[in-house]
């Protein structure tokens, strides 16, 4: 999946000794935010970082919070990327690409079947906020590729 949509136009000109075609590229800008989770003291503590960055790599926003409440991983997954859709939104962002590193949570949001539990509902949330902003987009990446979210999901109880 690319972060810039690229659209191509042909325009022929004429002038007296010959006829020249120029490629006219509109770019279309895409958010890239990545989104974590973190568990700690036996998941009794769960943190979430977003970073927020436009297609030229430059920081718009980052972001941490933290909830003492007991919570698996992949809830703390799901609640990060639930927050972070409402910031998205509060801040009025457009075209946004939310880069997540849990698969089963991109797997959820891209079924019909949503389970009965804690993780049901906030993936439940999570699709209904998508379904209102079609131009946001959730795909899995390695966690690897999502250090600074994780950075900060991690920074959560250090800076509340």
Same mark, same amino acid.
């Given at each position: 999946?690319?972060?810039? %949509?690229? /659209? ?13 075609? *120029?490629?006219?590229? *509109?770019?279309? %800008?895409?958010?890239?935010? !990545? ?5 700690? /003291?036996? !998941? ?7 970073? #927020? ?5 430059? &920081? &718009? ?14 809830? @703390?997954?799901?609640?990060? =990327?639930?927050?972070?859709? $409402? ?9 946004? &690409? #939310? ?5 089963? =949570? ?10 009965? !539990? $804690?993780?049901?509902? +906030?993936? #439940? ?5 998508? +379904? ?13 590729? /999502?250090?600074?979210? *994780?950075?900060?999901?991690?920074? @959560?109880?250090?800076?509340?």
């Amino acid at each position: 999946m690319g972060y810039i %949509k690229i /659209n191509f136009r042909k325009k022929k000109e004429r002038t007296r000794a010959s006829t020249h075609t *120029h490629t006219h590229i *509109h770019i279309y %800008k895409v958010v890239k935010c !990545n989104v974590d989770a973190a568990t700690f /003291n036996n !998941n009794t503590i769960m943190g979430y970082g977003m970073c #927020f960055r436009d297609s030229t790599g430059k &920081l &718009l926003i980052g972001m941490s919070g933290y909830s003492q409440i007991s919570t698996t991983v992949l809830e @703390a997954e799901s609640t990060g =990327l639930l927050e972070t859709i $409402k910031t998205t939104t509060s801040n009025g962002l457009q075209r946004v &690409l #939310f880069e997540i590193g849990s698969r089963s =949570l991109v797997n959820a949001l891209n079924t019909s079947n949503t389970p009965l !539990n $804690k993780f049901g509902d +906030l993936v #439940f949330q999570c699709k209904s906020l998508l +379904l209102n902003n079609p131009d946001f987009v959730v795909p899995f990446v390695r966690r690897q590729a /999502n250090k600074v979210a *994780h950075s900060i999901a991690r920074a @959560a109880l250090s800076h509340p």
